[in-house]
Structures are given as structure tokens and as C-alpha cells.
């Protein structure tokens, strides 16, 4: 390895310990970084006006592991206030995927969705969420043993919200518009 690469491979490295302990002042369990997303914006569904707005986060983003259960999760490291958002992965999570948004339910919180700035970082993201709430609903099947009945989990409640594209897939459900 040469000396440039070396001095690179140990910089990033202290970047990583960096956001590691800064992860671990929110929630000392947190024991690893799986994945980082330079930039993501949060909206959340309105049930009664029946829209979405836009949620004062936005930021970095981290998905981790734990050392106790919930083993997986993710947070944003809010530019916008002093309060992060966090989500654990439980077995109650439910994942859509729809252009430039992931969009998330994880009964009784709402419905949100997360924008990225970047498509690369939310392609890798999806997938790396879907195999961990894969995993989750493994191993909590595994736990409650193979003839017990899976967790009930009610179907989102509202269409996921929409990025204005002049060339759309027709969705399964309309969507409201996006501010």
C-alpha cells in the first residue's frame, strides 16, 4: 500500500471512530456503522388533512447495529434542530420503495419518507434496509418458534408521497401531491 493510500485508509478510519462515538452519546448500544448517507430529507403523512409536509429533519444518515435488541436501526443527525430522528428496525417496520423516496411505517409512529439527495447512496440503503428487516422477521420467527402465527401488521394507511417526474410508474394507489 503506498503511503498516500495508507494515510487515506487511516483518515477515514478516524472519521469512522468519529461518527461512531457521536452515535453512541445518543444511544450507547450502538456498537457499529453499517452505512452512511450524506443527505437526506424527512416528510411525514398527514391522516387527517390526507397530504404530506415536509418534517423539520434533514442530515446525515447512519444505519447501525446494536448490542441489544432492536439489533438494527437508523438515525439522522438533524441539521435543522438539536433533535435527531431515530428508528429501530422491529419486525412492525414496514418498507416501500418509489423513486427518489424510502418510505417507512412503524405502527403507531405514522407513515414518513425519506428523500436522498443522492440515488447511488438510496439504492445501497434500500437494499442494506431490506435484508436487516429481513433478518429481524427471521430471527423473530425463530424466537417465537416455526408454528406460532406472524406478528399482525396493518397495511400502510395513506399512498406514499410523490416527487414530481415528468415520466411516473402508474403507483397501486394514487398518491398525494408533494409540497
Known amino acids: 500500500m503506498s503511503a498516500s493510500a495508507h494515510k487515506r485508509n487511516s483518515g477515514q478510519q478516524r472519521v469512522n471512530q468519529i461518527n461512531l462515538s457521536t452515535l453512541q452519546k445518543i444511544d450507547g448500544t450502538i456498537c457499529s456503522i453499517l452505512a452512511r448517507v450524506s443527505h437526506v430529507v424527512m416528510y411525514k403523512f398527514d391522516d387527517i388533512a390526507s397530504e404530506w409536509s415536509r418534517v423539520n429533519v434533514q442530515g446525515t444518515m447512519f444505519v447501525f447495529t446494536r448490542t441489544q435488541a432492536p439489533k438494527y436501526g437508523f438515525i439522522i443527525l438533524n441539521r435543522q434542530t ?88 402508474e403507483p397501486r394507489a394514487p398518491l398525494p401531491p408533494m409540497p
Open 82 to 169: 438539536p433533535d435527531n430522528f431515530i428508528e429501530y428496525i422491529t419486525s412492525k417496520l414496514e418498507l416501500e420503495i418509489l423513486e427518489a423516496f424510502i418510505y417507512f411505517q412503524n405502527p403507531p409512529k405514522g407513515i414518513y419518507g425519506l428523500w436522498f439527495h443522492d440515488a447511488k447512496e438510496r439504492e445501497v440503503t434500500t437494499k442494506l434496509l431490506q435484508r436487516l428487516l429481513e433478518h429481524t422477521k427471521t430471527e423473530e420467527t425463530s424466537r417465537r418458534g416455526p408454528n406460532a402465527s406472524p406478528p399482525r401488521t396493518s397495511p400502510p394507511r395513506a399512498p406514499p408521497p410523490r416527487q414530481p417526474t415528468p415520466q411516473r410508474p
